[in-house]
């Protein structure tokens, strides 16, 4: 019993947690990257304007057909895959593979899943647009996964794929790593149009909503130090770890197709989670 209450003593979320958070939020303080948040908003702004110039040289649904067309050109699993990437569970698995060693990430993650949330589903429910299942004739798309009828405008999936991808962007400073988060994040965005649940427009708004929302994270991060505190560290990690058994108990967001690869990038997730929050502390894994 002495050598089991030893061991617990010494793993990392009782040894080694406190002094990570508090390393992680002098970090965070001390490094501003101005020049990344300024990139940020002007590849915002840049998605702004292509939306806007696409619906007053056209209409809302410009550029559909010239996309989805293309669906078939690859199989349904590779858009059901690339799609599922910009569901919220999804996502906040991936953020529990850095959960130790970027706390601030997390924290911000967080804040930017709330903003988002408001301002996603508030432009939804003010506009309540029909998507292509519903605007179209069934012959005239190609459906990949579930059918969706409203909320089209903007792309949820596509405002989660942005914010996750300029979160990293800005705390991995490496700059092919930056420039293929975001054509990650692009790409999710695309595969939108592909499965026939969102128009163009709906996801370089909602791509462009997902980087400014990102900024205004960070920044909210830097004046509330309330995530590098035990208990709100406790709960951002207790929900990425709901979301990994979510998908591990066969959460597929309507592309089960997917379903596969999501476990076994939640298996992973959890088996990282285990390593590095209840193994012993050592000096190797200190940071």
Not at 132 to 145: C, T
Not at 224 to 244: T, Y
Request: positive net charge; aromatic residues 14%.
């Amino acid at each position: 019993m002495q050598n089991l209450w030893s061991q617990i003593k010494g793993c990392f979320i009782v040894a080694g947690l406190p002094a990570q958070l508090n390393h992680s939020q002098q970090q965070f303080n001390q490094q501003l990257d101005r020049q990344a948040l300024t990139r940020l908003i002007q590849l915002a702004l840049l998605l702004f304007v292509a939306a806007l110039l696409l619906w007053i040289s056209a209409d809302y649904h410009a550029g559909f057909h010239f996309f989805n067309q293309l669906t078939p050109l690859l199989p349904s699993q590779f858009w059901q895959i690339a799609t599922f990437m910009g569901d919220t569970t999804f996502v906040l698995t991936l953020a529990l593979l850095v959960a130790r060693r970027k706390p601030e990430l997390l924290w911000v993650l967080f804040i930017a899943a709330i903003y988002g949330t408001l301002v996603t589903h508030g432009l939804k429910m003010l506009f309540d647009m029909q998507r292509p299942p519903v605007a179209l004739m069934s012959d005239e798309y190609h459906l990949v996964g579930k059918a969706l009828r409203n909320g089209s405008f903007p792309s949820g999936h596509s405002f989660t794929a942005f914010a996750f991808a300029s979160v990293a962007y800005y705390f991995f400073n490496h700059r092919s790593l930056r420039w293929a988060l975001l054509l990650l994040g692009g790409f999710v965005g695309f595969s939108r149009i592909m499965v026939a649940a969102h128009w163009p427009i709906d996801v370089l708004v909602g791509g462009g909503l997902g980087m400014l929302v990102t900024v205004a994270a960070i920044q909210t991060a830097r004046w509330s130090h309330v995530g590098f505190r035990r208990p709100m560290h406790f709960f951002i990690v207790f929900l990425l770890l709901v979301a990994a058994l979510m998908i591990m108990f066969g959460h597929t967001g309507g592309y089960p197709q997917a379903q596969l690869f999501a476990k076994a990038i939640a298996f992973t997730a959890l088996l990282v989670f285990i390593w590095e929050y209840f193994l012993p502390v050592r000096a190797s894994r200190a940071n």
